[in-house]
């Protein structure tokens, strides 16, 4: 069992910064993949970013350049670092994480990019 836990959402201007946090119950060097999710209202969950225990990331094309993924091991946390960030990346931002052959969510946390 794996719980995850997100916070760093908060309302902000375009152009604006955060960074996210997402705090695991276990191990994060034992989670393989970890990533992020999002979910704007009205529109289906999809990919924001994902790292590997090999230190490998992918982002979805609308957050590359601006958005970077890592861990810490040592903190049991993931981080998702949103630079420059637009009104469509306005959605609640989930955790995820593989584990045992199974797969955990977060509760999400939420950012509204808004002037």
């Known amino acids: 069992q794996v719980r995850l836990v997100e916070s760093g959402g908060a309302l902000v201007q375009p152009g604006g910064s955060l960074r996210l946090s997402c705090a695991a119950s276990?191990?994060?060097?034992?989670?393989?993949?970890m990533s992020w999710y999002r979910q704007a209202p009205g529109k289906q969950r999809e990919f924001v970013a994902r790292?590997?225990?090999?230190?490998?990331?992918n982002y979805a094309d609308s957050v590359k350049g601006r958005f970077t993924i890592s861990k810490d091991n040592d903190k049991n946390t993931m981080y998702l670092e949103m630079n420059n960030l637009k009104p469509d990346d306005t959605a609640v931002y989930y955790c995820?994480?593989?584990?045992?052959?199974?797969?955990?969510w977060g509760q999400g946390t939420q950012v509204i990019v808004s002037s």
């Open positions: 995820w994480a593989a584990y045992r052959g199974m797969a955990y």
């Open positions: 276990r191990s994060t060097f034992n989670l393989n993949p």
């Open positions: 790292t590997t225990s090999e230190t490998q990331t």
